[in-house]
């Protein structure tokens, strides 16, 4: 069973390979399905998870594994106040409860 580990180990190790990580500001294509988006990194999250904003104003924390670094330019995108986080707070925004108030039926 070790054998064939090591094996399964040796195969996978030929083709993979350690990702750069990102810095805050680097423009990025970000991975949405088949589509790829622009986008800018706000905040390292942790060593592979990062914090990016889409040119139309979405935030989405993503795995390096689906962000691309580009040299496109993304000076156009301003963060978002609620981007200015502390360390142990996250990106979402609760969400908000409907409020609505249902008149209550009287019979007479």
Known sequence: MQKSKAQHKSNFDKTSRTLAPLSVNDSVRIKFGKIWKIGKVMKVHSDRSYIVQTAD?????????????TRENTSDIEPFDALVLQPDEHPHTPKLKCQSKIPEITRS
Do not use: A, E, Q, W
């Open 57 to 69: 104003g979405g935030t989405f924390r993503r795995n390096r594994s689906v962000l691309h670094k």
